[in-house]
């Protein structure tokens, strides 16, 4: 594994500031350039593949990214996606043009062979890119998998994998800690996977209270403050298990725990999704299930490669998870 002093020497910083931004230190005064950088040297030295040299293709494909740059430092889980597209298109010798959502119309200029998007897109969205280009992969949703080929995760079997774990751990209260998108259209709410399975599946085992459930969203600062939320409702009570819906809210959860002094794992014990690279440098190390995001993206380009030379039939490939145990679980 990679240490922090690697990231603070390729990143160009100190250790210091590689160990605060990696732990979401909100005392830190550093630029969101400086902070993409030491995430992104993070990110690229989790990613231990590497692949051969190939003869250098010709082609251009856009891009398209759900979250902005700034957002983007708040859920790692895309820019490892990101990454993952670009680490596959140099492979391939094929040139990335990347927009963000709110300026996808100038796609309509720029002469490329497909797309990738990164993300959730409206119906009304999905309409308008399929007008672009009839070559078109979507990472992380599948708005039609009869039509269009995506690269996706069974989430739903990701929080069995944790909610199986936590129960055979003879973990009675088991909180959850989620997050809710909307469509960047603003058209409709994005209804979870993980929150629809957490409910299903405790009710199922009669294990569910929806008093231990919070909802915000998908950041650091949301399960620092609905985990503050949660200790002063439940004090003695509180759940001994938390599931969060991504590393970044788990971050913020074990921070909010640690000012209150309750123990991790003693005494609460966290799970989060994703393992983007900083779950292993914060502390205690966080447990969580792992998504393969730079395979993702991988796939992605792969997929978009097939379409280009000729495949009509849409595909819909699913990328397996697993669940890693580090200190902040037993």
């Known amino acids: 594994m990679a240490t922090i002093k690697d990231i603070a020497q390729i990143a160009g910083v100190s250790i210091a500031t590689v160990s605060r931004v990696l732990n979401y230190d909100t005392t830190l005064s550093v630029s969101d350039e400086t902070k993409k950088r030491i995430f992104e040297v993070a990110e690229e030295l ?4 590497k692949t051969a040299s190939r003869k250098q293709e ?5 891009l398209l990214q759900w979250h902005s740059e700034k957002e983007e430092l708040e859920d790692l889980y895309y820019m490892s996606i990101r990454l993952g597209v670009e680490n596959r298109c140099r492979h391939h010798g094929i040139q990335v043009v990347k927009y963000f959502q709110d300026n996808y119309d100038d796609l309509r200029e720029d002469e490329v062979q497909g797309l990738i998007a990164i993300g959730k897109y409206s119906s009304k969205q999905v309409k308008e890119l399929s007008a672009i280009t009839k070559n078109i992969v979507f990472v992380d949703s599948s708005p039609d998998e009869e039509k269009y080929d995506s690269v996706v995760i069974d989430f739903e079997k990701a929080t069995e994998k944790v909610l199986d774990y936590f ?8 909180g959850y800690i989620g997050g809710r998108e909307i469509f960047k259209d603003k ?16 009710a199922e ?18 399960g620092h403050s609905l985990m ?3 200790i002063q409702e439940h004090g003695e009570n509180l759940p001994t298990a938390f599931f969060t819906g991504n590393d970044s809210i788990a971050v913020g ?10 123990s991790v794992p003693d005494r609460v014990n966290i799970i989060g999704v994703n393992d983007i690279s900083i779950s292993k440098y914060v502390f205690p190390s966080l447990s969580t299930v792992k998504v393969y995001t730079e395979l993702m993206g991988e796939t992605a380009v792969d997929t978009l490669l097939e379409r280009i030379e000729g495949r009509k039939t849409a595909k819909k490939t699913f990328i397996a998870t697993k669940l890693i145990i580090r200190n902040s679980s037993f």
Do not use: C, W
């Not at 010709?58 to 856009?62: H, L, N, P, T, V």
């Not at 058209?187 to 405790?202: G, H």
């Open 167 to 174: 129960l055979e751990k003879g973990h009675e209260r088991v």
């Open 187 to 202: 058209t409709s709410k994005i209804e979870d996977p993980r929150e629809r399975m957490f409910k299903s599946y405790l």
């Open 46 to 49: 989790s990613y231990k593949k």
């Open 58 to 62: 010709s082609g251009k494909i856009a």
């Open 205 to 222: 085992k009669g294990s569910l209270n929806e008093a231990f459930m919070y909802i915000g969203n998908f950041s650091v600062d949301a």
């Open 253 to 262: 959860a074990l921070r909010a725990l640690l000012e209150d002094g309750v």
């Open 228 to 230: 503050k939320q949660a």
